[in-house]
């Protein structure tokens, strides 16, 4: 380094702040208050001013916004036209096909999951938890799958794989390349693709492995669980139009449209996401149009506003997280403090390599840790401002792939947060299959954890 970086008291401030966020975050409390105050000490120290500190609070959730506001739009877009799948059961004839599939209990497992995980990179999660939960899980469970497997697939292929990659609609990498001054999200889902599909493929197989365990050890508990379950459920009839058929086809089409579209004309980042985004909302106004006809122009708009509610909802606190942690980012620090800001994070990464050099092992673990405690809060989105900013300081601290070190906080924070071991963060799918939510995260847990361990040491390699 050329330039010897100083701290100074604004340093410290915002570390010490950063610190208090952690730990508000291990205490399983929002973090919202604790950025409000960090932005308003900040901006007091920096301006010298209450009027300058106010200014600045606001100008940082103007930043975050912006930088977020094409993420909100895209999710906000796509969940809209679930609801209007839904609404004209084009979402039940779209997943039909893959009841069929289900002749036994571990062919349930892995179709249930990789259906959940699809849907998840389609739709997102939360939607895919209900649409899933309602078409699939009532197939998986008179094929054999007892509740509490149909719970462990659903969770670790959905709210796990799906929502830590997030591959198509790139709403945590978009996140997590931002705060860490990254371009976009390909510079986080692509050199962190090995350590996605390594935690992935290692979480599932213990998962699946231990399940197979407890079936032979319980087999008449869960012999007659399945019996008392199948007992009363009956083969639904419903009617479907003919406009519900013809989008059933059409839908999967245009998305398979679109994903070859992004890998042959090289679409990524905000140009992928706008396809994505512009896809879903030409067909929730198509569909809306051919099924309801003269009742479309109502019903367009409540399905675009609820979405829009459903990704507000999702970001909003987001927001205000990622305002104080865009702090820490020399671009972003410029935008709220202004031209003659410095990122905070960025100096003190500066400043660590200058003065007390890291390895890549301590690096690696360390981001995993701190990641695992932003999600603890149960959200998985909230921490990757944090994760996102910190890999950015590790990686020029070590001179190492920073896009590297924002994959592995990111599937940190998300396996956490987004609810795979933390009882709060797994009440969705535990309520939709029946499960204590106590019980599914202890069943999560030494998988989650294996995978964990070895991810983070394929991690330290390439760093």
């Not at 679930?82 to 599939?101: E, H, Q």
């Not at 795979?420 to 499960?435: D, E, F, R």
Request: with cysteine; aromatic share 8%.
């Amino acid at each position: 380094m050329d330039t010897q970086v100083t701290l100074t008291s604004l340093h410290y401030i915002y570390f010490a702040i950063v610190i208090l966020v952690i730990g508000v975050m291990a205490a399983r409390r929002d973090t919202v208050l604790p950025c409000i105050v960090g932005l308003f000490v900040v901006g007091l120290t920096a301006k010298g001013s209450i009027v300058g500190a106010v200014q600045v609070m606001f100008n940082a959730l103007m930043a975050a916004g912006g930088e977020f506001l094409g993420l909100i739009v895209v999710i906000s877009l796509v969940v809209a036209m679930s609801k209007a799948m839904a609404d004209t059961g084009t979402d039940y004839l779209v997943m039909r096909p893959a009841a069929k599939i289900m002749v036994n209990r571990n062919i349930a497992f892995f179709s249930l999951g990789i259906a959940m995980l699809v849907v998840s990179w389609f739709v997102w999660p939360s939607p895919a938890v209900a649409l899933i939960g309602a078409l699939l899980l009532p197939v998986a469970i008179r094929a054999g799958l007892p509740a509490v497997g149909a719970a462990i697939a659903m969770n670790i292929f959905g709210h796990g794989i799906g929502l830590s990659s997030d591959w198509i609609i790139q709403g945590a990498p978009g996140i997590t390349s931002k705060a860490a001054g990254l371009p976009d999200a390909t510079a986080v889902t692509y050199p962190g693709a090995p350590l996605f599909i390594i935690m992935g493929v290692v979480t599932v197989a213990v998962a699946f492995i231990m399940f197979q365990r407890d079936l032979k050890k319980n087999a008449a508990q869960y012999n007659e669980e399945l019996a008392t379950a199948t007992k009363d459920m009956e083969n639904e009839k419903r009617e479907f139009s003919t406009v519900s058929y013809i989008f059933a086809i059409l839908i999967p089409v245009v998305f398979i449209a679109d994903v070859i579209a992004m890998l042959v004309l090289d679409l990524k980042g905000g140009d992928a996401t706008a396809l994505i985004g512009g896809t879903a909302l030409a067909v929730t106004a198509a569909l809306a149009m051919a099924e309801f006809k003269g009742e479309s122009l109502e019903k367009v708009t409540d399905y675009v506003r609820d979405g829009f509610l459903f990704g507000i909802k999702i970001f909003a606190p987001v927001i205000v997280i990622g305002a104080f942690f865009f702090l820490g980012s020399e671009g972003t620090a410029k935008a709220i403090l202004g031209p003659e800001a410095t990122g905070l994070l960025s100096d003190l990464g500066n400043y660590l390599a200058q003065n007390a050099p890291l390895s890549k092992a301590p690096v690696a673990f360390i981001t995993l840790i701190i990641g695992a405690i932003t999600g603890l809060d149960g959200s998985g989105f909230s921490g990757l401002p944090l994760v996102g900013s910190l890999a950015q300081t590790f990686g020029t601290a070590i001179n190492g792939d920073i896009g590297v070190i924002a994959a592995l906080g990111q599937i940190s924070s998300v396996w956490v947060g987004g609810g795979t071991i933390i009882p709060w963060g797994l009440i969705p799918v535990a309520a939709i299959c029946g499960v204590e939510p106590m019980e599914l995260a202890r069943r999560n847990f030494i998988p989650v954890v294996i995978g964990f361990i070895v991810t983070t040491i394929v991690a330290i390699f390439l760093i």
